[in-house]
């Protein structure tokens, strides 16, 4: 159906255009009066702003018939449904028994200049000399009934004739926007106003700005007390919402001395909300469609009336627009009404010839002005386009129509008091004073969700309108969505978002932001002296995550878990230690089995060659004990490669600190037991006996029975327990043993260095023994590199964290061990496999007797 409508209404455009410029415009087109009348007992004035004059040149347009040069005058013709829905509602209630029987309504229209001067010289025109051309205050020429006037669509408007018509308590009906300056019953005690209260429609524009994620919007208002009202209610919708304003701009009485500083700054959003009313606004929205601002997004309250373009018609810059209105029940009789509309049936009508004139092909009598029946068979009212006369009814129209209805009724109300307390001849319509009618207009005025026409008012709810920008002459305005504050929170605003044209430059929803969106794994940083909209984005900090856009703050994982390198999700960490399947593991594994594997070898060697010189020269049984306890060494580092449990940690430091002390105490009584033979053989020294007694074998149980105390203490203490480490590597949750005491386990390696460093010491005192196989060089360079890797140890130890601090002290545990086979023992399996000779008695007596000789020589 509506591509159907389109495309008829598209194929009447050039009939229209055509029209209007091959036609010659009559003189009689330009003779506009101010007023007209409809005849009734009692009448009700009309004020409507219908046409505008601008200048004092009256030159017709070239091109555009219905609009002067000079922009001396400029038709409205939008507006005209204000007078058709005045003359539906009269003509209703005139046909209607029940309502006014014995009397008839009438009206006098008067069109409003938005300037004050003219229109209260129209109000004193209808109160006190119709039809005359001085103003008689307070008599009225024609004695006429005149019972209520209709004013609108401004509020300054209907404050400057309730100024007027204060001074006699006339009612006054007033069918603009609701403001609440009318409301103020001591200055303007007669004053009604139709509109419904717009007390959530700052909410539901916010609301609309937020579902759309505009942060960074344009404000232009009245420079008017409703406009400072408004403009707060805005800023405290915003704040609650994180919208904020880029500019207010408030508009001006004296439009044109602001001109030129107005449009500064207006290119910082894309998003510019639009309050007022008709009077307000008409400047800006005249300025707008003439600058072609494109690219826009225009949030009104009102439609833009824009007739006045150079080609005809032009909606270019206020395409896309989003428009809330009230709420309202739209009359089908009166779009029907609007069907029947012609200039012959009402003679009376100023402006139902020059409709006739412009679009239908009628002409003007030369002698009296009057229209001739040659117009377009058929012609109508609803073959115009909607830029020109919209058939949809809008809120004004409504307003009008509900107010013509209230006069009726409270005037039937008087009348049926009035018969009851003096009865009045029939045909004669009883006398009464305007000011009466007050009583029972504050009667109907004050019922709750009724309107005084007997419509339902709902105040609360909104109509939401996308203008559409078709085919030259074709704009639509199409509904997009509601909004009502009555509805539960969420639910208040809904929106059919693929109906939605943007403004041009906008092939998806605008964005409209003063930084850009904050995406996940970054978090909002407010910039200072700026708007809370104005930002940068920082990312999350280690393990902190945002997975949504323009977050205040991350969030931090749980100890289990841990974020991606995007920082947008936390995943579940998996358990992790120095296993035998890891490539550093299965090294330290595999060179421990090596070194315990030569350690053997080692081992079978000496057991082999157990009675060679060199083998017994060097302490065979301490040797035995030596070789056999670096085998032990060699193994416990098996204790911290794999999974560890409670008896790995344990078995871990005690196995490790009593092989130790067992070797360097073995290593100690190897070299106390050189340096007690090489002193012994010395006459007279009383040193023989140590040799004999074996005094250095209580070494090794000696110092192996304080480790076992140490360790027995640690482990009675504070033993070593398993322990979980969530933060030594990232996405792991590391298994290893906590040493429980960290005291007992530097007390217990400080022991072992200890150790190392008397072994050093006694080896370095006998290292210029003679002997031919004294290894006392060997023992101390041994015990220096022993004592080097676990000095070292604690601090690299200390740095390191996770499987890497395990595997460190594995490392210093081999390198330890294979720093005492290699130092101690290679040395003599070297002349035990490769030079056999040097290990015979006979090699020994020989260099025995080269050094004496050696020695007496000198």
């Known amino acids: 159906m509506f591509y159907w409508i389109f495309i008829s209404w598209f194929l ?137 006037a209709l004013t609108g669509t401004s509020w300054t408007t209907s404050a400057q004739i309730g100024t007027l018509l204060q001074l006699f308590k006339f009612p006054q009906l007033s069918f603009g926007p609701y403001d609440p300056i009318l409301s103020d019953h001591g200055q303007y005690s007669s004053l009604y106003q139709m509109a419904s209260k717009s007390t959530s429609l700052s909410l539901g524009i916010v609301s609309l700005i937020d579902h759309f994620r505009w942060s960074w919007v344009g404000l232009i208002l009245p420079d008017d007390n409703k406009g400072n009202t408004i403009l707060s209610e805005f800023r405290e919708y915003m704040d609650i919402k994180g919208v904020c304003t880029a500019f207010v701009k408030m508009i001006p009485v004296t439009w044109i001395s602001y001109f030129n500083k107005f449009w500064e700054n207006m290119d910082e959003t894309n998003v510019i909300i639009i309050y007022g009313d008709i009077d307000s606004l008409a400047g ?85 002005c009057q229209l001739l029946a040659n117009c377009k ?22 307003n009008i129509y509900n107010a013509v209805y209230a006069v009726a009724h409270s005037l039937h109300q008087m009348n049926l008091q009035n018969v009851q307390i003096q009865p009045h001849e029939n045909g004669k319509v009883m006398a009464f004073f305007p000011w009466q009618l007050n009583i029972f207009l504050k009667d109907i005025d004050e019922r709750e969700k009724l309107s005084i026409g007997g419509r339902n008012k709902l105040n609360e709810e909104y109509d939401i309108f996308n203008l559409w920008n078709l085919p030259k002459g074709l704009g639509r305005k199409v509904k997009i969505g ?155 580092s098996f204790n911290f490669i794999g999974q560890p449990n409670g008896a790995t940690c344990i078995l871990q430091q005690t196995t490790f600190a009593v092989a130790f002390t067992v070797a360097l105490a073995t290593v100690l009584a190897k070299a106390i037991t050189v340096v007690i033979a090489f002193k012994a053989t010395f006459p007279g020294r009383k040193v023989r006996w140590l040799m004999t007694s074996r005094a250095s074998n209580y070494v090794i149980p000696l110092c192996t029975l304080i480790q076992l105390l140490l360790c027995g203490i640690w482990m009675a203490t504070s033993p070593p327990f398993i322990d979980q480490d969530v933060h030594a590597e990232h996405g792991h949750i590391l298994l290893l043993c906590n040493k429980g005491s960290s005291v007992a386990f530097h007390c217990v390696l400080g022991y072992l260095c200890s150790l190392a460093l008397g072994a050093y010491i006694m080896a370095f005192l006998s290292r210029n023994l003679p002997d031919t196989f004294n290894d006392s060089k ?81």
């Open 12 to 148: 009447q455009i050039p009939k229209f255009v055509s029209t209007i410029t091959a036609m010659n415009i009559s003189v009689c087109f330009y003779k506009t009066p101010e007023d007209f009348h409809h005849e009734g007992d009692v009448i009700i004035g009309a004020f409507f702003p219908i046409h505008t004059y601008y200048s004092l040149n009256k030159v017709p347009h070239p091109s555009i018939p219905y609009k002067y040069m000079d922009n001396y005058v400029q038709y409205n013709f939008r507006n005209y449904q204000y007078i058709l829905a005045l003359v539906f509602a009269i003509e209703e209630i005139n046909g209607n028994p029940n309502i006014l029987p014995n009397m008839s309504l009438g009206f006098d229209f008067y069109n409003v200049r938005f300037t004050e001067k003219d229109t209260l010289m129209n109000a004193c025109f209808w109160l006190t000399a119709q039809g005359q051309k001085n103003i008689l205050p307070n008599y009225n020429c024609d004695k006429r009934n005149c019972i209520a």
């Open 284 to 368: 800006l929205m005249r300025n707008i469609g003439q600058r072609l601002l494109t690219g826009k997004v225009w949030v009104m309250n009102i439609e833009p009336h824009i007739t006045f373009s150079s080609d005809y018609f032009m909606f270019d810059s206020f395409h896309g627009s989003i428009i809330f209105t009230h709420h309202y029940r739209e009359s089908i009789d009166l779009t029907k009404f609007i069907q029947t509309v012609n200039p012959y049936k009402y003679p009376e009508d100023i402006y139902l010839p020059k409709f006739w004139h412009l679009f239908f092909t009628c002409s003007f009598s030369d002698i009296d």
């Open 377 to 398: 068979s058929n012609a109508s009212l609803d073959m115009l386009p909607s830029f020109i006369l919209d058939m949809a009814i809008s809120e004004e129209s409504t």
């Open 482 to 636: 509601s909004f009502s504050a009555n509805a539960p929170e969420g639910q208040q605003l809904s929106l059919y978002e693929q109906m939605i044209q943007w403004a041009e430059g906008f092939s998806e929803i605008p964005q409209s932001l003063c930084s850009e969106h904050c995406m996940p794994g970054f978090r909002k940083v407010t910039l200072e002296g700026q708007a809370i909209c104005c930002y940068k984005c920082m990312p999350c900090a280690d393990n902190e995550i945002s997975n949504e856009t323009d977050v205040d703050q991350c969030v931090k994982c749980p100890e289990s878990h841990y974020a991606n390198t995007e920082k947008n999700h936390c995943f579940q960490k998996t358990m992790s230690f120095l296993a035998y399947e890891d490539p550093l593991g299965m090294s330290l594994a595999s060179l421990s089995l090596c070194l315990s594997a030569l350690t053997a070898f080692v081992i079978g060697v000496f057991v082999k060659h157990r009675d060679t010189p060199i083998v017994k020269a060097n302490n065979r049984g301490l040797s035995y004990i030596l070789l056999i306890t670096i085998t032990f060494c060699l193994l416990c």
């Open 778 to 858: 060997f023992l101390s360079f041994s015990m220096l590199v022993f004592f080097c890797v676990w000095v070292t140890f604690l601090p690299v130890y200390h740095s390191t964290k996770g499987k890497v601090m395990v595997a460190m002290e594995v490392f210093s545990i081999l390198a330890s061990s294979a720093a005492l086979l290699g130092f101690i023992f290679a040395p003599k399996c070297y002349i035990i496999l490769l030079r056999p000779d040097k290990n015979s008695f006979h090699h020994i007596r020989e260099k025995t007797h080269s050094r004496r000789n050696k020695s007496l020589k000198m």
